[in-house]
């Protein structure tokens, strides 16, 4: 089986629950270190499908992994190669698919309800209508021609899309307890700043019931990785 390139564009923002539903299928991971200078590969098909982690950069920046990045997305998705974005992973899809990025409305910080806005997204993320997802963001994506829009929340229309095999979302399914923690103690300040926003939660409040409130995010996590991974390519 070829193996998943996963690419991290943060030493903080690592593939989380998704290598550990990836390692758990018996396959192996290939990790992009965009944040050591790793090189950005330039053939998808020496893999079964490409993911994309988050990052506190814009998609925007004049950053130089970025271009070549978006020119692989677009040459997996032309190949029907499977490729899953989260938060500036999604931001990338969108971007290398004709979309834009800029700023949305309102931060959103901490767990916050997305809800369904198309039939299709069921096929990803199961019978739930609204669920809370984890959030932290700026900045937010448009949906590119083709895709379907499949999930909002009240402060961000445009939360998930779908095209084909490919998934691209603004919001973080990938938590652990571990992640959360680390986000809240460095994002302090973020947060701080941003603190009059309604849509930006307090470290405590993020971190409260945590154990059980990733343990449903995981639940939803599983279900939408297990969509995608049927359309790997061996």
């Not at 307090?202 to 059980?212: C, F, G, M, V, Y």
Request: glycine share 10%.
């Amino acid at each position: 089986m070829k193996p998943i390139a996963v690419f991290r564009h943060s030493p903080t923002e690592g593939p989380g629950h998704f290598a550990t539903y990836i390692n758990g299928l018996g396959r192996e991971i290939r990790l992009f270190a965009m944040d050591c200078g790793d090189p950005v590969p330039t053939d998808p098909s020496a893999f079964a499908g490409l993911c994309f982690m988050g990052g506190p950069m814009s998609v925007n920046d004049p950053l130089p992994w970025i271009p070549p990045v978006l020119e692989l997305i677009r040459k997996a998705v032309a190949a029907d190669i499977p490729v899953i974005g989260h938060c500036l992973g999604g931001q990338l899809m969108s971007k290398a698919l004709g979309g834009t990025v800029g700023r949305n409305r309102c931060k959103e910080i901490g767990w916050l309800d997305v809800h369904a806005t198309d039939p299709t997204a069921a096929e990803w993320f199961g019978d739930r209508a609204r669920f809370p997802s984890f959030h932290w963001h700026g900045e937010t994506f448009t949906v590119p021609s083709g895709a379907t829009r499949v999930l909002a929340s009240d402060g961000c229309d445009n939360q998930a899309w779908t095209m084909g095999k490919h998934l691209a979302m603004q919001c973080h399914i990938e938590m652990t307890e571990e992640l959360v923690k680390s986000w809240c103690a460095g994002g302090a300040d973020e947060i701080a700043e941003a603190a009059a926003q309604p849509t930006v939660q307090q470290p405590a409040d993020i971190q409260r019931d945590l154990e059980k409130r990733v343990a449903a995010l995981h639940a939803v996590a599983e279900t939408a990785y297990a969509k995608w991974v049927k359309g790997l390519k061996d």
